[in-house]
């Protein structure tokens, strides 16, 4: 089991940069395939990428690509994600999961984050 804690959210203008940083507890984080969510009032959570256990796999949803780039350090139990040139639609609380597999999908992941807020004001 993995419990996941998420920080670094909070307010920004337009165009700038913010890095989330999702810590992990337990010895097995290296084991587990980290992603990215973020959800909107009144939305489904959507997927923003994902990086496999030893960080040689990412992939990302098209309305972020390029900007957000997600790393991880095994040795500290953390997964990033480095957002830049934010725009107010990507103003959602964002959560970091864990699976053993590998999915783009939301029920694919067994252990989530409680969520950070990012705001991006025009």
């Known amino acids: 089991q993995v419990q996941l804690v998420e920080s670094g959210g909070g307010l920004v203008q337009a165009g700038g940069s913010l890095i989330l940083s999702c810590a992990a507890s337990?010895?097995?984080?290296?084991?587990?395939?980290l992603g990215w969510f973020r959800q909107a009032p009144g939305k489904d959570r959507e997927f923003v990428g994902t990086?496999?256990?030893?960080?040689?796999?990412?992939y990302y949803a098209d309305s972020v690509k390029g900007r957000f780039t997600i790393s991880r350090d095994n040795a500290k139990n953390t997964v990033y994600l480095q957002m830049n040139s934010l725009k107010p639609e990507d103003t959602d609380v964002y959560y970091c999961a864990a699976t053993t597999g590998i999915s783009v999908y939301t029920f694919r992941y067994d252990y989530w984050g409680q969520g950070t807020q990012v705001t991006v004001s025009a």
């Open positions: 337990g010895r097995t984080f290296s084991s587990y395939t």
């Open positions: 990086i496999s256990r030893s960080g040689t796999m990412l």
